[in-house]
């Protein structure tokens, strides 16, 4: 299994940015893909973004010209770059890990105000 801790949430202001980082440590190289979700109480949780061991990306329509995802495979560190933000990007951002195993980070907080 992979152990992920994130970090870099924040409160911004609507229009701001900020960038969140997911730090994998454990069975790594067994990952295939990485990426993040996000949920506000009372929801589902929300998928966001997913990179490929390879390159692929994946983007929830909500987020697709204005997030980023990329990882540093030497830091084995996955990072989600958030632009533009708006107030319904307010959520918990959770890191998840997909190998033989499903795994998650024990999410950031980010909070944009209007």
């Known amino acids: 299994q992979v152990q992920l801790v994130e970090s870099g949430g924040g409160l911004v202001q609507a229009g701001e940015s900020l960038k969140l980082s997911c730090a994998a440590s454990g069975s790594q190289s067994k990952t295939n893909v990485m990426g993040w979700y996000r949920q506000v109480p009372g929801t589902a949780r929300e998928f966001v973004a997913s990179?490929?061991?390879?390159?692929?990306?994946d983007y929830a329509t909500s987020v697709k010209g204005r997030f980023t995802i990329s990882s540093e495979d030497a830091k084995n560190t996955v990072y989600l770059q958030m632009n533009s933000l708006k107030p319904e990007d307010t959520a918990v951002y959770y890191c998840?890990?997909?190998?033989?195993?499903?795994?998650w980070g024990r999410g950031t907080q980010v909070t944009v105000s209007s």
């Open positions: 998840f890990a997909q190998s033989s195993f499903l795994d």
């Open positions: 990179i490929t061991r390879g390159g692929p990306t």
